[in-house]
């Protein structure tokens, strides 16, 4: 990329975000970058290389605030799939993880974190990769976001099917007063 | 209910070891007894001695003294600093005791091989503690990739990020007692060996068991402490290739930020990030350590203004699938195999130290 090329990204409002806190979590440590996408969003290699990662290295090396002392890449030979590390003369290091690879089932993840001495910025959420649910499994069939609820194989699906499989393995917990609740609902709407 | 097995306690040093003592004493079905604890530390004692205070259990202050005094004893769980895991594991071996060891056997390559050896000829079972085996998502992991469903695996991505123990557990941030010797993180460093990465060997161990696949190449960097009175290290990113030139991508640190209380409250904001990725040819799988996350605000709560981001309780079907239960089975012999042997843990060890020689040498360590 030279300097004449557009640099989209360091519009990104999450990037902005957290140049505008910097001053307020002290030091600055280390930043760890996620850019996942489905491959039929999936740019050339070069622009993934010298367009993408280009780009996010140059918001790495701004929030580092100093100049790139080494560069570190695994990438998949052949697809835009790598990871990364960056060091910084400030002592920062970055983390990178690129993956335009993923099934076509799958939306876009992007995420940045940055980890201070006396505190974090990001819009990584607390729980889960992308949902709360915390499991994800997607092939070209499609996606599927769901709870793995124990070591037994036959317990991972939805909340609601791994309650019932539960109830089947252990046996249903009982309900007292239910026919107080049933006796509200029906008088609630009526019947 | 079967009969648990009885296990002296050897050391107390190891953040683990309150939560083995705390499953005996309110879990009328774990599989272990705790017979005898021995910890030359009195507050850590004295802990051990609140949480099992409903329990008959002696107390030593000298491990070795605690072995000599109850033969009766199947197991030994050495729960000591990693520095003195080696002089343990010889000594329960010379008395001829099923051992337990918590996280490293030890970091020293030497005294590794040195385990491995004489445990060739060694009829009772050791197991080393290899944490999230018995955690769903990485089970299901392993299922999908073993059955083909993910197909060829493309890149691997793991991170297990905490808050730091060394606030609560000092031993755990000195050098010596963590690593079993002072070594800068790189020349010149002023902070050393023993943090983060030598905290959790599970990372490297999980990718082996999940995918079936051997680190070939390791490249690690660690950034400056975000803990600046930390004398060892509290970040480490590694990456490298397994079999087949297979990218992966793991981060073992300590980044998450702690509250300074001087109480462990593994609570604010999220204190685990332990994030799994899987590419494969087929498919992609993604989970998280926190399966069903609670939120939770409250004026009682430990920390009472801040959002505490707490597990929703798991079931528990078989009480084999825990690491205690699967080493209980073992002694029993119902189960033919640890969960995860000496070989798995001094393997992580291989690896772990490899990232350390990688950060020092600044350079790719092949294995």
Not at chain 1, 162 to 181: A, D, I, Y
Request: hydrophobic letters at 35%; proline letters at 6%; aromatic letters at 10%.
């Amino acid at each position: 990329m030279n300097s004449n090329q557009i640099f989209p990204l360091s519009s990104w409002c999450v990037f902005q975000g957290i140049r505008n806190h910097m001053g307020e979590c002290g030091e600055l440590r280390s930043l760890r970058f996620t850019w996942q996408r489905p491959a039929k969003a999936a740019s050339s290699e070069e622009n993934f290389l010298y367009g993408t990662f280009v780009q996010l290295l140059g918001l790495a090396r701004e929030l580092a605030d100093a100049g790139l002392k080494k560069l570190h890449v695994e990438k998949e030979s052949g697809r835009n799939n790598l990871f990364a590390l960056a060091a910084f003369d400030s002592g920062v290091v970055a983390e990178f993880e690129l993956n335009e690879t993923l099934p076509d089932s799958m939306p876009d993840t992007f995420f940045i974190k940055a980890n201070f001495t006396h505190g974090h910025l990001t819009n990584q959420p607390l729980v889960g990769h992308f949902n709360e649910e915390g499991s994800v499994f997607a092939d070209e069939s499609g996606l599927r976001q769901f709870t793995v609820d124990s070591c037994d194989p036959e317990i991972a699906g939805s909340m609601l099917e791994n309650v019932m499989t539960l109830c089947r393995l252990k046996g249903t917990p009982e309900m007292s007063g239910w026919e107080q609740l049933a006796e509200a609902v029906g008088k609630a709407v009526g019947q | 209910m079967k009969e648990p097995i009885g296990i002296l306690v050897a050391g107390s040093a190891n953040p683990h070891i309150p939560g083995y003592c705390r499953g005996f004493a309110n879990d009328p079905e774990y599989p272990w007894k705790i017979i005898a604890v021995a910890d030359h530390d009195p507050a850590r004692m004295a802990n051990i001695r609140e949480i099992l205070k409903n329990k008959k259990v002696e107390y030593y202050s000298d491990w070795r003294k605690m072995l000599d005094a109850h033969p009766e004893a199947d197991a030994v769980q050495i729960g000591s600093d990693n520095k003195d895991h080696f002089e343990m594991f010889r000594e329960a071996m010379d008395r001829g005791y099923h051992i337990y060891s918590t996280k490293v056997p030890t970091m020293d390559p030497e005294e590794g091989a040195q385990l491995l050896k004489w445990s060739r000829n060694y009829s009772k079972v050791i197991q080393v503690e290899l944490e999230l085996h018995f955690n769903p998502q990485f089970r299901y992991a392993r299922e999908l990739v073993r059955s083909g469903r993910l197909g060829r695996i493309r890149s691997v991505y793991l991170t297990n990020i905490s808050q730091s123990p060394c606030n609560y557990f000092p031993n755990w941030g000195d050098p010596e007692l963590s690593y079993g010797k002072v070594v800068p993180i790189r020349p010149g460093a002023d902070y050393f060996r023993g943090g983060a990465l030598t905290d959790h060997p599970h990372p490297f161990d999980l990718v082996r068991w999940i995918t079936g696949l051997e680190f070939r190449e390791v490249y690690a960097m660690s950034a400056r402490n975000q803990r600046k009175h930390l004398k060892v290290e509290d970040h480490v990113a590694v990456t490298g290739k397994l079999d087949g030139g297979v990218p992966f991508f793991i981060n073992p640190s300590y980044s998450n930020l702690e509250e300074q209380v001087p109480a462990r409250r593994l609570l604010w904001p999220k204190s685990l990030e332990c994030n799994l990725k899987i590419t494969g040819e087929k498919g992609y799988y993604a989970a998280d350590f926190f399966d069903k996350p609670l939120y939770a605000v409250g004026r009682h709560c430990p920390s009472p203004d801040r959002l505490i981001v707490d597990m929703a309780p798991r079931p528990g079907l078989n009480p084999g699938n825990t690491l205690a239960g699967s080493f209980a089975a073992c002694v029993r012999g119902e189960r033919s195999a640890p969960e995860s042997t000496l070989a798995d843990g001094l393997n992580a060890v291989r690896i772990m130290n490899a990232a350390y020689d990688s950060i020092y040498r600044d350079s790719v360590v092949s294995l």
